[in-house]
């Protein structure tokens, strides 16, 4: 979770001097496309992409796409292509739960879930960050072939989390990976 969380420092550093640009009915790579309402604003880094409508800080979607051979910073598995969802979830939460940057960390649900026909996982979790800020995940997850698939809303516990997960769960159930060519 650390380099999550850098991760999203660099962004958001990132994208005061990049512009986030509006998502246009749906985002589009070469590997997912997803229908997002409008209203939200992207930022697309190439291996992964970040939509928020009210800022970063208040909610934010994570989509991303991670080669199954890039091991994670905190957990000491690594994923494989013939892995079960519960495992790659429990992988997931050792990452998460070892991470120095996330205080209070707190699996409030872990199930199967399918997404875009595959089997996966979901995850629902609230954690500190390290101002002291209660924040609440809903975290999806699917292996297909040699890549790894996470789809993650983000937001202050309080307020922001009840009041878009509905929207990030539509955008969920329209998110589809592209055929190969």
Known sequence: MKNRLILLAIIVMIAGCASW????????SETYC??????????????YVMISRDGPYLQYVLFQERP?????LNARKRLTADMLP??????IIDDLSS?????NFTVIENAPAVIDDHDGFRLLFRYSDPKGLTLKTAYYGFIQGQNYYSL?????????????IDVFESMLSKFHLVAAR
């Open 21 to 28: 640009k509006a998502v246009d009915g749906g985002i589009h």
């Open 34 to 47: 997803v229908e997002v309402p409008s209203g939200w604003m992207k930022f697309d880094a190439g291996a």
């Open 68 to 72: 199954l051979e890039r091991p994670f």
């Open 86 to 91: 519960q495992e790659a979830a429990q992988i």
């Open 99 to 103: 991470d120095s940057m996330v205080a």
């Open 152 to 164: 993650r809303f983000t937001a202050p516990q309080r307020y922001y989390f009840d009041n878009d």
